[in-house]
Nanobody, 123 residues
């Protein structure tokens, strides 16, 4: 089973950028689609972005489309989430996870969740 560790979160101002990293260890990173989700206090976990293993096809939630970019570096066993033009409503704990199959937009299609990294965007 793959283990995932997120990093790169922090406190930024609206309009700033951050890049989150998701480092994988254990079982090989290759062959897995990867996803990012986020959860704000009192809210359900929300799909942010995902990238497939085959052809690196990307998927984005409507609220981040055009501002966030997901990528992966298989040689480094790391997935990334570049977040630009951050807004206060992007404030949440961000989690990465490995895709186990099925709908990329659904958290139930992912496993091996990381511990999360906090992103706070001030206005």
């Amino acid at each position: 089973q793959v283990q995932l560790v997120e990093s790169g979160g922090g406190l930024v101002q609206a309009g700033d950028s951050l890049r989150l990293s998701c480092a994988a260890s254990g079982r090989t990173f290759s062959g897995y689609g990867m996803g990012w989700f986020r959860q704000a206090p009192g809210k359900e976990r929300e799909f942010v972005a995902a990238i497939s293993w085959v052809a690196a096809i990307t998927y984005y939630g409507d609220s981040v489309k055009g501002r966030f970019t997901i990528s992966r570096d298989n040689a480094k066993n790391t997935a990334y989430l570049q977040m630009n033009s951050l807004k206060p409503e992007d404030t949440a704990v961000y989690y990465c996870a490995a895709h186990s199959g099925g709908n990329y937009y659904s958290a139930s299609s992912f496993y091996s969740w990381g511990q999360g990294t906090q992103v706070t965007v001030s206005s």
